[in-house]
């Protein structure tokens, strides 16, 4: 089994940074990509940015320029460093990760979700 857990939300005002962290932890071969999807009110989960495990970086274009993805591999910890907030920003924000088993099967996994709020 494997976790993921989330810490770094809260409230900030628009033009403000939060970082976000993300650490897997369980019994796995390999992490090929993780990253992070929000979802807002009424919308549906989208992809903000993800890393792969040749490092590859994907980026929401709505994102691109003031979110940054960065990765320990050491700790098998991602964090997303929001710069630049927007009250569009505002979702719940999920850590994914893609990793494969001791069994050879590849398995998605997600965590409990943390709130960004960008608001004045």
């Known amino acids: 089994q494997v976790q993921l857990v989330e810490s770094g939300g809260g409230l900030v005002q628009p033009g403000g940074s939060l970082r976000l962290s993300c650490a897997a932890s369980?019994?796995?071969?390999?992490?090929?990509?993780m990253g992070w999807y929000r979802q807002a009110p009424g919308k549906e989960r989208e992809l903000v940015a993800e890393i792969t495990s040749g490092s590859t970086t994907n980026y929401a274009d709505s994102v691109k320029g003031r979110f940054t993805l960065s990765r320990d591999n050491a700790k098998n910890t991602v964090y997303l460093q929001m710069n630049s907030l927007k009250p569009e920003d505002t979702a719940i924000y999920y850590c994914?990760?893609?990793?494969?088993?001791?069994?050879?099967?590849?398995?998605?996994?997600w965590g409990k979700g943390t709130l960004v709020t960008v608001s004045s």
């Open positions: 994914h990760a893609a990793v494969t088993l001791w069994t050879n099967a590849g398995m998605d996994y």
């Open positions: 369980g019994s796995m071969v390999s992490i090929n990509s």
